[in-house]
C-alpha cells in the first residue's frame, strides 16, 4: 500500500549520521515526545516519496530527540544520505486526545462561529507556520486567515466540527479582497 504526505503527519527529520554503524539522531517534532517511544516503523521522504523504514532500536533523549537504528542502513554512508530527511508517520498513528484537545489537521472541515460576526464559514486549510498555524476560512465569498491561538480561539467543539472564535475588531475587514 502506498501511503501519501496527506495521509501522514510530519513527525520531525533525521537530523544527523550519529556513530559508524548506521546510528542516526531522528529530532521528533511534536510536543510530547515520549508517546512515540515505541515506534517500529518511521517513513523517510526520499525525494517525495514516503519510504518504510523498520526500527531495530529506538532510545529518547532530551530536547525531542531521539537515537535510533533502523534496518537497511548499515554504514556511515548509509546513514549520512538520509541525515536531513523529514520523518512521517500515517495519522492513524496518532496517538488520542483528551476532548479539550485537538490536532490542527482535525480543525480542517470544521465551521466556524464568531460572537460578533456568526458563521465565518469552514476551514479549508491549516496553514502550520511553525510558531503561527493560520486557520484558512472561507464562506464561497471572502476568505479570513485566523491565528490559531487562545486570544481569538475560545473553544473547539470535535464533535459538532464547530470552532468558536472571539476575533478582535478590524481582522474581518482586514482579510476582505
Do not use: W
Not at 523504514?53 to 532510545?59: E, M
Not at 490542527?104 to 472541515?109: I, S, V
Not at 460578533?116 to 476560512?137: A, F, I, M, R, W
Not at 491561538?149 to 476582505?176: A, Y
Amino acid at each position: 500500500m502506498i501511503v501519501s504526505h496527506k495521509d501522514c503527519f510530519n513527525l520531525g527529520h533525521i537530523a544527523r549520521s550519529k556513530g559508524f554503524k548506521g546510528e542516526l539522531s531522528l529530532f521528533l517534532d511534536v510536543d510530547h515526545p515520549e508517546n512515540y517511544r515505541d515506534l517500529e516503523r518511521i517513513l523517510v521522504d526520499l525525494n517525495g516519496v514516503l519510504t518504510p523504514f523498520f526500527i531495530d532500536h529506538l532510545q529518547l533523549k532530551n530536547d525531542g530527540y531521539a537515537d535510533i537504528k533502523v534496518e537497511g542502513v548499515e554504514s556511515k554512508e548509509d546513514s549520512v544520505r538520509l541525515s536531513g530527511k523529514q520523518v512521517y508517520l500515517p495519522l492513524t498513528d496518532l496517538p488520542p486526545l483528551p476532548d479539550d484537545e485537538y490536532y490542527l489537521h482535525d480543525l480542517e472541515g470544521m465551521t466556524v462561529l464568531d460572537e460578533q460576526h456568526g458563521n465565518l464559514g469552514k476551514v479549508t486549510n491549516v496553514l502550520d507556520y511553525s510558531n503561527n498555524p493560520l486557520l484558512e476560512v472561507n464562506d464561497g465569498r471572502r476568505e479570513v486567515l485566523i491565528p490559531i491561538n487562545d486570544l481569538f480561539v475560545q473553544s473547539v467543539d470535535k464533535t459538532k466540527k464547530e470552532i468558536f472564535v472571539d476575533l478582535p475588531d478590524g481582522l474581518i475587514d482586514m482579510n476582505k479582497a
